[in-house]
């Protein structure tokens, strides 16, 4: 029993010693710039989902609007415009949640 005792000790004095080689940071700070890093994803997600669909609205709006003015075919330029824009709107937000997503701090 005093034998099995002394070697299980043993390997958990070598298994928590071997934790802490090779890596700069501690446990704690590593938590805490990962906590940090997944609400200012979750931040721009939700800043990018909200100015996407601002938008998205604003498209259907000028596509009413080119109907008004230019018929089914003046409605349809103004979609395809608006369109663009909301794709272009997307993918900006995209690369700036991604970028938040990987900060050289967070393993």
Known sequence: MLRTLIVATGLAAVTVAGCGSGNAHSPAKTAVNCTA????????GAKTGLT???EG?????RSVGGFVEGGSEGAEREWRAGRADTRRV???G?????QEAHPPDCP
């Open 37 to 44: 890093m997944g609400a200012k994803t979750g931040v721009a």
């Open 57 to 61: 609205v604003k498209t259907v709006g």
């Open 94 to 98: 995209k690369e700036e949640t991604r």
């Open 52 to 54: 996407t669909g601002f």
């Open 90 to 92: 997307a993918q900006q």
